[in-house]
């Protein structure tokens, strides 16, 4: 096998939840570069510095890694969503955190974002469920906000929220493929105005 700049010494026993960051964290730069069909199981052993028969002592195959990782990074986005909306309770603050919260992410070290957001295997039933998770729980987060003070219907909040979750998805992703032409915190601002020009239009319950 030859060895890649990025490869790490083998040699170093490390305790398994320790391992498994490493393999998982080589894992995400080879499908981040390369997509999940062109990724080898090869490659990412050689990127953490340990044998295949290690990485499978740890992983079984390609697809349940790929899936470990997916699992991480949708925990994280929902978590961070969950976290912009209990930072405070005025809510032009909470929409300009919830969208922070999709452009810190996208911004993130690694470039998680691309498995959660432009996964390459979203027809296979597995991969496709965690990525609807992701924009199902953070959209529910949103719409109960909004219905508890509005007074939208289930139905009329829900898809606001999938709404909000969607252009703040696609705006980010956007700022970052045009390399931050905008400086991020701007971005989000400007995001978080054209939301709230929008929400604030609806009245306010009790």
């Not at 300009?96 to 979203?122: H, N």
Request: charged share 25%; net charge neutral; aromatic share 6%.
């Amino acid at each position: 096998m030859t060895t890649t700049p990025d490869a790490k010494p083998r040699g170093t026993r490390l305790p398994r939840m320790a391992r498994r960051r490493q393999l998982l964290s080589a894992a995400q730069e080879v499908f981040v570069e390369n997509g999940y069909h062109a990724a080898a199981m090869d490659e990412i052993a050689e990127r953490a510095g340990v044998s295949k028969p290690v990485l499978y002592q740890h992983f079984p195959g390609k697809q349940e890694l790929y899936l470990a990782l997916l699992d991480l990074h949708v925990d994280d986005m929902i978590t961070r969503c969950r976290d912009a909306l209990a930072s405070t309770t005025d809510n032009k603050q909470r929409v300009q955190a919830a969208i922070g919260a999709f452009f810190d992410f996208v911004s993130g070290q690694g470039e998680a974002f691309r498995l959660v957001f432009e996964s390459d295997l979203r027809n296979v039933a597995p991969v496709r469920q965690r990525i609807e998770r992701n924009l199902r729980e953070s959209a529910e987060m949103i719409s109960q906000v909004i219905q508890e003070d509005t007074g939208c219907s289930s139905d009329e909040a829900h898809l606001l929220g999938v709404g909000l979750v969607g252009m703040a998805e696609v705006s980010a992703r956007y700022w970052l493929s045009s390399n931050g032409s905008i400086p991020k915190d701007a971005a989000t601002q400007l995001m978080a105005r054209l939301a709230w020009r929008g929400i604030s239009g609806f009245p306010r319950t009790g």
